[in-house]
């Protein structure tokens, strides 16, 4: 049985973890990392879906550690070989982000590309392994998260926008949990 993913562009929907997501985001880095090689330090499967137990919207976010940001002109001829669509360089709020899609309008995957050693970088790793270790803060995140996807059905940037709050607080209260260096995620190789 193969694990639901893929989600009309610009919609929402928060359904049940599915623990096929594993798998399909080791594909996922894997690919990422054949590709761009030395040009990347490391690729992790990030966000809710990286969370076992977590609700999630059915789309894979990876985010990739950069060696250099000036190799970025390699690094979207490459993916875009792969299939990657190169959407926009969102700076501060998620980086330089590609999706991949299983047909034109059905997102399968955000993929995240920061430097590596970034405050970025480090918030993806670190609220990541927050929301493993501390049921509290990941049941009170699958409230919003659930909360917010009925509210905001068919506006995928003001649910994005609902939980930041969330996020910067519990990246702020947390300061002092330790400064996780990905290992605990799927590793590509």
Request: glycine share 8%; aromatic share 6%; proline share 4%.
């Amino acid at each position: 049985m193969h694990a639901m993913i893929g989600l009309k562009r610009g919609t929402v929907k928060v359904v049940d973890y599915d623990p096929g997501w594993v798998l399909l985001a080791l594909e996922g880095c894997r690919a990422v990392r054949n590709a761009c090689d030395e040009l990347l330090v490391d690729v992790q499967h990030v966000g809710s879906t990286a969370v076992p137990g977590m609700p999630a919207k059915p789309i894979l976010d990876i985010a990739a550690a950069l060696v250099r940001i000036d190799s970025m002109p390699e690094i979207v001829a490459r993916l875009t070989r792969i299939g990657y669509i190169y959407r926009s360089d969102d700076g501060d709020a998620g980086g330089h982000l590609f999706v991949l899609a299983s047909s034109p309008d059905v997102r399968t995957v955000h993929l995240h590309v920061v430097e590596h050693g970034s405050s970025q970088w480090r918030d993806y790793l670190r609220f990541r392994d927050l929301l493993r270790d501390r049921p509290a803060i990941r049941n009170k995140y699958a409230e919003l998260k659930r909360s917010m996807a009925n509210s905001c059905r068919d506006d995928r940037g003001a649910y994005t926008a609902s939980k930041a709050g969330f996020i910067r607080e519990v990246l702020h209260n947390n300061k002092d949990s330790a400064d996780h260096s990905g290992n605990r995620g799927i590793q590509p190789e």
